[in-house]
Nanobody, 124 residues
């Protein structure tokens, strides 16, 4: 079992930045692939990006490539989503996810563990 807790959400102006954090419980964080998803009102939850256990491999959906780098600090059991150049369409509840493979944290149907989510609001 893995418990994930997101933090760092809030209200920012378009063009601003925000860093989300996901703190994981346990001693096996370094073995998990981690992912970020988001869900806007009236829309389905969608994949944002993921990172391998080592932190060397990252994957992103096209809409955030170059803007939302993902990183992790295994010593701190934490994964980060640095959100830059925020746009109104980025507003959503952002969820942290954990799984055993790259594929597992890219699809909502295969994610093993979810965080509770953190709200990101972007004003014009």
């Amino acid at each position: 079992q893995v418990q994930l807790v997101e933090s760092g959400g809030g209200l920012v102006q378009a063009g601003g930045s925000l860093r989300l954090s996901c703190a994981a419980s346990g001693r096996t964080f370094g073995s998990y692939h981690m992912g970020w998803f988001r869900q806007a009102p009236g829309k389905e939850r969608e994949f944002v990006g993921s990172i391998s256990p080592s932190g060397y491999d990252t994957y992103y959906t096209d809409s955030v490539k170059g803007r939302f780098p993902i990183s992790r600090d295994n010593a701190k059991n934490t994964v980060y989503l640095q959100m830059n150049s925020l746009k109104p369409e980025d507003a959503a509840v952002y969820y942290c996810a954990a799984g055993s493979s790259i594929a597992a944290v890219r699809s909502i149907s295969t994610v093993a563990y979810w965080g509770q989510g953190t709200q990101v609001t972007v004003s014009s």
